[in-house]
């Protein structure tokens, strides 16, 4: 069926197919930049650029992923305003990327890819229901889920082969020294590594791409991601993660999400929710490292468990505060 959009969303017609299509490209790329939280065609567009930048392949993942996933949402009626807004397009970029990512890209792989997005528009559509109840973001939950099962199920399914990406799945081991040694090199790579890692990208200049992405989505936003790669990135340094790691920004991601979602986002900016924002993006890295060691010796990655997991539970406490202010209450 033809799509179109009306003043109130996306809606079922054939008048329009040239303007439709462009409506419909429109809510794909709002929905490659809600991953960080920015309903921004042009942000989701750079996003993409980036990571076609990095790889084709992952850009591949990341189209297939978000359109199937959108598209599902309009085939089962989603309200139409979520759909244009790219409510239901984020989890499923994600979860095709993380797919591509850690098994190998043939044929059934990507069959995978598809019904794993699909899920994630169905999973969407259940916590926003069942969150609405306590006014709680889904945020990257649905993706976390459908990956995690996705790849855990690969251990029953002979034909899905691993890129040996996945963790070595083994009892978590204490880091007995400090591996390798800081330099000026490691912390500019790992902030901007920080941010490119959100989509799995291990490459500065997809960083850099996203780092423009979001200045065109809003400037505070901007300087927000940045603080919170270079929080996480400081975080880990001080307490001995080792430098490739450090390097490679897998402590950062998470802490930019977090960042960007409470200082960006969910409250006021003002002196206290800085200072809760802050909080916030220090924990979320001691979480990432606990998450990645809980979930070690099952082989799986801790993805973006940590973000969505500090931000719930931020939130959830910040009305016991009465000097934060929630956004939408400003």
């Known amino acids: 069926m033809p799509v179109r959009l009306s003043s109130t969303g996306l809606v079922l017609d054939g008048q329009q197919p040239m303007q439709n299509l462009l409506r419909f490209l429109d809510a794909v790329m709002r929905g490659i930049g809600q991953v960080m939280l920015q309903n921004n065609s042009y942000t989701g567009l750079l996003f993409l650029l980036g990571i076609f930048c990095n790889s084709a392949l992952f850009g591949c993942a990341v189209l297939v992923g978000t359109v199937v996933s959108t598209l599902t949402a309009i085939l089962l009626g989603a309200k139409p305003t979520l759909v244009r807004d790219g409510m239901f397009g984020f989890n499923g970029a994600l979860v095709a990327i993380a797919v591509i990512y850690f098994l190998q890209p043939d044929a059934l792989t990507w069959a995978y890819v598809i019904l794993a997005a699909a899920c994630t528009t169905v999973l969407m559509a259940a916590m926003l229901r069942l969150f609405d109840v306590w006014k709680m973001p889904v945020l990257t939950a649905p993706f976390v889920f459908t990956a995690l099962c996705f790849l855990l199920a690969c251990a029953r399914f002979g034909r899905l082969q691993s890129t040996h990406v996945l963790p070595t799945a083994g009892l978590p081991k204490a880091a007995a020294i400090v591996e390798g040694i800081v330099t000026t090199s490691t912390v500019l790579e790992g902030l901007f590594n920080g941010i490119a890692q959100v989509f799995f990208q291990g ?40 430098e490739p790691a450090i390097r490679s920004g897998a402590f950062g991601f998470n802490s930019v999400l977090t960042a960007i979602a409470l200082g960006g986002v969910f409250f006021v900016l003002d002196k206290a929710s800085t200072a809760y924002t802050l909080l916030a993006t220090i924990a979320t890295a001691i979480v990432f490292a606990a998450v990645s060691a809980a979930l070690e010796p099952l082989g799986m990655p801790a993805l973006t468990l940590p973000f969505v997991l500090v931000v719930w539970l931020f939130v959830l406490a910040g009305p016991m505060f009465p000097g934060l202010r929630l956004a939408g209450n400003a």
Do not use: D, E, K, Q
């Not at 979001?214 to 001080?238: D, E, K, M, P, Q």
């Open 203 to 242: 490459s500065v200049i997809t960083g850099v791409l996203f780092a423009i992405g979001l200045l065109i989505s809003s400037r505070r936003v901007f300087i927000i991601a940045l603080l919170g790669s270079l929080t996480g990135l400081l975080v880990a340094w001080g307490m001995g993660a080792a």
